[in-house]
Structure formats: structure tokens, C-alpha cells
């Protein structure tokens, strides 16, 4: 349980959380994030529940997870520092709002590049820390629309799928190394992107923000969007070396929000 893990996306709300948790349980937690002022924050708060419970050791760094180079950097000083690694989480992103039509070349690119192109490299870059680490684990961040595509959210739909299919792909690739690959798709969750994306959807449908997530709220268990938190205790499951035998699942936690089987 002490090689680290890797989460890029570390310091947003999916990712802060999820951090938090892996320390809370004890694990060594190496967070990516492109803002050095947010990963501070993070060290902030892990310094904060420190004083309440044993707390696993935080270590930052600050990279532009589409800058090739730079991630070529941080993953040779990863590898060089800690040696082997416990795994990875990719829960990097943005949200879009928009039909096709209402989306740029622009805008495809970037969100495929934090994604996907950003996940297969670190992976790739990772993987020398991975060989001989026993129950080493890969969990990717995709999202519902992945099970149910939604036309208000063209980039969102797509690149979902195609993470599914690339956790998918890789959890075979990967079996005979002993290293297993899961996706974890949640639902609407209590995020700042989240408040963003329902600003957007709110500008679109003509109706106000808070009524954009009172009505996705109203399709969920408890009328309630997901929490952080949620979605880090799924991620927890998902990393624990007990489950062995979990590779190549595509799990879903969306509070009952989707209808397809």
C-alpha cells in the first residue's frame, strides 16, 4: 500500500476529492495539476484533515498534461523518485455545453487532448513504475453520457464513449502484466464545472442555472446531485488491491439518473 498514486486532474473537484481520500486512507498521493495556487490549496486542506486523522504524504507537481515534454519530464522524475507506483487515476477534463453545431475545431481538440490523448501518455510514460508492482490499478474518469449520449452535450458524449472503449482496450492489454484498468462513470456531480455546465445548458434552454440542476437533480436518488465525495469512495473501491479480479468494468454512479441497462 505504499506506492504511490498518481491523479492528474488533482486539483479539481472530482480530482481534489479523490486525492483527499487516498491520503486519508494512508496512500502516498502524487497530484498533477496545472495550477500551482490550486495545488497548494490542496496541500492546504490535506494539512487541515491531517490534524484529525493519519494522513498519507501529498507530493505536487505542477505540469501541463497536454505539453508533451512536460509530461515526459515529470514522468522520468515520477519514476526516478518513487520507484514503483500504485497506480494511476485520470480524472483531467472539461465540460462542454453545445450541440455540434454550436462547437469549434477548438474546442474538440482541447477536450480531447486533457482526456483522452493526455491519459494514453501518462499512462505510456508511467508504465515503467507500474511492471512488478503487485495489483497495480488504472481507473479512468469518463461520465454518464458515455451510457445515454445527450445532443446538448456533443464533446461530453463522444469523449466519454471513447474513454470507455480505451479503458476497455487497455484492461486486456494490460492483464497479463497484472495490472488492472477500470472506468468509473459518474453521473451530475456538485463540481464548479458542474456550475458551469449549468450555466451554459441554463443560456441554451432558456431557463435559469438553478433550475438546469433542479431538474437533473430530480432524476437522481434523494433529488440530489452526486457529491466529490461520492465519486472518490467509488474510486477507492476501485483502486483496492482486494479486488483483484475487477478489470476491464465500466462502472456507473449516477444516483439511478440513467435508464439504459
Known amino acids: ?70 509530461c515526459r519530464d515529470v514522468a522520468a522524475d515520477i519514476i526516478a523518485r518513487h520507484g514503483s507506483l500504485g497506480g494511476y487515476v485520470h480524472a483531467a477534463g472539461i465540460g462542454h455545453c453545445g450541440p455540434l453545431m454550436q462547437t469549434s475545431d477548438a474546442n474538440w481538440t482541447e477536450a480531447f487532448e486533457i482526456k483522452i490523448n493526455a491519459a494514453a501518455r501518462m499512462i505510456r510514460l508511467l508504465m515503467p513504475g507500474f511492471d512488478g508492482t503487485p495489483a497495480a490499478s488504472i481507473v479512468l474518469i469518463g461520465g454518464v453520457f458515455a451510457k445515454e449520449p445527450n445532443g446538448l452535450f456533443a464533446i461530453n458524449s463522444t469523449l466519454n464513449a471513447a474513454i470507455a472503449g480505451f479503458g476497455k482496450s487497455l484492461s486486456g492489454a494490460l492483464r497479463d502484466k497484472g495490472i488492472r484498468v477500470n472506468v468509473l462513470h459518474p453521473g451530475a456531480t456538485r463540481t464548479a464545472q458542474w456550475s458551469q455546465l449549468a450555466t451554459d445548458a441554463s443560456r441554451l434552454l432558456g431557463i435559469t442555472a438553478d433550475e438546469v440542476t433542479n431538474a437533473t437533480a430530480a432524476q437522481l436518488i434523494g433529488n440530489k446531485l452526486l ?17 483483484r479480479s475487477m478489470t476491464g468494468t465500466l462502472m456507473v454512479l449516477d444516483g439511478g439518473e440513467t435508464k439504459a441497462i
Open 227 to 243: 457529491e466529490p465525495g461520492e465519486v472518490a469512495s467509488a474510486v477507492s473501491f476501485l483502486l483496492a488491491p482486494a479486488n
Open 1 to 70: 500500500m505504499n506506492s504511490p498514486i498518481v491523479i492528474a486532474g488533482a486539483t479539481g473537484g472530482m480530482g481534489a476529492a479523490i486525492a483527499l481520500e487516498q491520503l486519508s486512507l494512508g496512500r502516498s498521493v502524487i497530484a498533477l495539476g496545472r495550477s500551482a495556487e490550486k495545488l497548494d490549496r490542496l496541500q492546504a486542506l490535506a494539512d487541515e484533515n491531517g490534524r484529525y486523522t493519519q494522513m498519507g504524504e501529498l507530493h505536487k507537481c505542477q505540469v501541463e498534461i497536454t505539453d508533451p515534454e512536460a
